[in-house]
């Protein structure tokens, strides 16, 4: 769990320090009061990544060089700051030499939000980047071979915006893209196949029905990637642009057979991104034998009783959960699950404690 969170510049938030007890708690206030950015904050302070953006500069406060976030998870003090020097990591006010060096012993968590419905009817990209958030926790490889491809990849689309491609550099790029492109894919696959089951029974949890849901990993191409990248070599010459790899690949979702995307009913679809996240959460747990974090953004007030109901039971009932809400009045006494939970208020750049 995380016991305290302290923030420095970081979004609409001057400064902000917190006491969190074990079950986690509820934030409570309007829009654009900082509710989802306390969040945020957490998960770059145990994943160095927001959910939200891919730059960290995006983060900072307007107007200011840099932003700070700290504290205690897991029984370990952790600093993370970036500024115009770059990002900057301490565990036990010692430097770490890198990401990778300051994940090894951070934190899981697993995010919740109302995007969350584009997971099944949005494009390609919000599932890779669903893979890419999973996989990076689940794996020390899986980040490894991530981040260079995707290092060889802008360097690809540099050389094919050249005006004078040079061939024998843009083969070598390539060569990187296949190793860690197909170490990418396997990894993927692999992992898919474990959350395919996680998934199929969670679903049933949370819809209470007989619905059958599968995933399945789709390559852009329809080879080897070797070989997909040489039948893509004219496509990609003429359009100044990668087009063959992990970066374009997807995941199919399916209720009984059908696309959800395009069959499934909206609250077929919502069940279904519960059950990704849930089942996210169970692959985590199993694999690393650590209970994640769950990070729930305003989603209570979209969902209907029985799927809310539903929700907080397939929860692990040990797990800390911190979540925003702008009301309280979807909670029932049915829902006792909740009543536990302290609640913070959230208003003119205040947090009042329970």
Not at 56 to 62: D, G, K, P, S, T
Not at 212 to 235: N, W
Not at 256 to 265: H, K
Request: contains cysteine; proline residues 3%.
């Amino acid at each position: 769990m995380v016991r305290t969170l302290r923030m420095v510049d970081f979004r609409c938030w001057n400064t902000l320090a917190l006491e969190m007890p074990e079950c986690g708690g509820v934030f409570v206030g309007q829009n654009a009061q900082g509710k989802t950015s306390i969040l945020e904050a957490v998960c770059v302070l145990l994943r160095l990544q927001s959910p939200r953006t891919h730059k960290l500069q995006a983060l900072v406060r307007f107007s200011q060089a840099g932003f700070g976030v700290a504290g205690e998870a897991w029984q370990m003090n952790r600093k993370v700051r970036y500024g115009k020097e770059g990002l900057r990591c301490e565990v036990e006010d010692e430097l770490r030499d890198g990401s990778n060096a300051y994940l090894q012993d951070g934190g899981l968590v697993v995010w919740m939000g109302n995007e969350d419905l584009e997971l099944v009817r949005g494009a390609g990209e919000t599932r890779r980047r669903y893979l890419d958030f999973m996989g990076m926790q689940w794996k020390p490889e899986y980040r490894h071979h991530w981040s260079r491809y995707r290092r060889a990849l802008k360097m690809k689309n540099m050389l094919l915006k050249e005006r004078h491609i040079d061939e024998r550099q843009l083969s070598a790029v390539e060569e990187l893209m296949v190793a860690h492109g197909e170490s990418l894919a396997d990894l993927r696959t692999e992992m898919i196949g474990m959350l395919e089951n996680w998934c199929k029974q969670l679903h049933q949890e949370v819809s209470g029905g007989i619905e059958s849901v599968s995933l399945l990993y789709q390559s852009a191409g329809s080879c080897s990637m070797r070989d997909s990248l040489r039948q893509a070599r004219e496509r990609e010459w003429r359009v100044r642009q990668s087009v063959i790899g992990p970066h374009r690949d997807d995941l199919l979702l399916r209720l009984n057979g059908l696309s959800a995307s395009e069959f499934a009913s909206e609250g077929q679809q919502r069940t279904l991104a519960l059950a990704l996240k849930l089942a996210q959460g169970a692959l985590l747990q199993h694999e690393r034998a650590r209970v994640p974090i769950y990070l729930l953004d305003d989603i209570f007030g979209e969902l209907d009783a029985a799927r809310r109901n539903a929700l907080m039971r397939a929860l692990p009932a040990h797990a800390q959960k911190w979540i925003t809400t702008t009301s309280m009045g979807w909670l029932s006494d049915r829902e006792d699950a909740y009543l536990n939970l302290p609640q913070f208020q959230v208003a003119e750049g205040r947090v009042s404690p329970p």
